[in-house]
């Protein structure tokens, strides 16, 4: 059955510092989310893309953020100059098409921001 | 996209069925309910979803009131396994001007004992 991945697993990093969280979506999705879980609470939407451009963002996706798909199939995520609160799970999900149901998310991304 | 009410946590007897209750009294009328869970850390995994009409398949059912503001997502045989956390979630489908954002409350953490 074809799945999201993402690397790494776990990131560790100094606060300040800029990361970079990978995603493989399943082939031919169109859709593609991120969302994060800070520990102990719920999975907060941060920002799809369509076609090659953000189509909606949270407010929590600030400029420190940025996504891009840089060679079709990778999904990124950047975060510029961590901070502490930054510290979550990071799922990648996608969607295959217009009226598509079923989002699949990835495994997760821990980042801990020391 | 309108709020949805669970209970924080509840209970179920391996074997039994586990019946997960969801307000959802501000939807609209062409919002779909959605359920996910998340096991332990792991990425939400979709469960099902119903726009007006009961639905089932091969992980649970979905009773949707004929008013559509509440519903219940059935597990007919709990097993160990399907302890998680359990969201149910109110959005548009992807298309015109949605594009799939999940907005996650708190869910409803089943925990199926022996």
């Known amino acids: 059955e074809p799945e999201v991945t993402q690397t790494p697993s776990h990131q560790v990093t100094q606060m300040g510092q800029e990361v970079i969280l990978r995603c493989v979506p399943i082939?031919?999705?169109?859709?593609f989310y991120w969302y994060r879980q800070i520990l102990g609470q719920k999975v907060e939407f941060l920002v799809s893309?369509?076609?090659?451009?953000?189509?909606?963002k949270s407010e929590i996706f600030d400029d420190q953020f940025s996504v891009e798909r840089p060679d079709g199939s990778n999904f990124t995520l950047k975060i510029r100059s961590t901070k502490l609160e930054d510290s979550a799970m990071y799922f990648c999900?996608?969607?295959?098409?217009?009226?598509?149901?079923?989002?699949?998310f990835g495994p997760g991304t821990r980042l801990t921001v020391l | 996209d309108a709020k949805t009410t669970q209970p924080p946590s509840m209970d179920c007897a391996e074997g039994r069925a586990a019946n997960l209750p969801c307000n959802h009294s501000?939807?609209?009328?062409?919002?779909?309910v959605y359920w996910y869970r998340q096991i332990h850390s792991q990425g939400p995994q979709y469960i099902i979803h119903?726009?007006?009409n009961n639905e089932t398949n091969e992980m649970a059912s979905l009773i949707i009131t004929e008013d559509r503001k509440s519903s219940t997502l059935i597990l007919p045989h709990a097993t160990l396994r399907d302890t998680a956390v359990y969201y149910c979630?109110?959005?548009?489908?992807?298309?015109?001007?949605?594009?799939?954002?999940?907005?996650f409350g708190q869910g409803t953490i089943l925990t199926v004992h022996p």
């Open positions: 119903g726009l007006k």
């Open positions: 893309f369509y076609n090659n451009e953000i189509s909606e």
């Open positions: 999900a996608t969607l295959s098409s217009q009226g598509a149901i079923e989002q699949f």
């Open positions: 501000t939807i609209s009328g062409n919002e779909y």
């Open positions: 082939s031919n999705h169109l859709y």
């Open positions: 979630i109110v959005s548009h489908r992807v298309g015109g001007t949605s594009y799939g954002k999940l907005t």
